[in-house]
Nanobody, 123 residues
């Protein structure tokens, strides 16, 4: 069983930066694919970024602005978000999958989810 706890959300202005963190329990954290998804009001939950070992993957809307990283010694994964836009407003969820899947950008492979943290970007 893996437990995930997100932190770092908040209210910022367009162009600002924000850093989200996800703390994970579990002894095999380093082998997990970790990801961030987001869900805006009235919309489906969508993929933002994932990292397997130290190889990152990003959704097109956040490429060049967001950076995902992990610290296997601390069992944490972070999402550095720069040049934030109002359309980035959403609840951001941390997710974990016990293996690598080619469909890493969908919800299916991820068995573990955090409770979410709100990010609001004002214009």
């Amino acid at each position: 069983q893996v437990q995930l706890v997100e932190s770092g959300g908040g209210l910022v202005q367009a162009g600002d930066s924000l850093r989200l963190s996800c703390a994970a329990s579990g002894r095999t954290f380093s082998t997990y694919t970790m990801a961030w998804f987001r869900q805006a009001p009235g919309k489906e939950r969508e993929f933002v970024a994932a990292i397997r070992w130290n190889v990152p993957r990003y959704a097109d809307p956040v490429k060049g602005r967001f950076t995902i990283s992990r610290d296997n010694t601390k069992n944490t994964v972070t999402l550095q978000m720069n040049s934030l836009k109002p359309e980035d407003t959403a609840v951001y969820y941390c997710a974990a999958a016990a293996d690598y899947y080619s469909n890493y950008d969908t919800r299916g492979p991820y068995a573990y989810w955090g409770q979410g943290t709100q990010v609001t970007v004002s214009s």
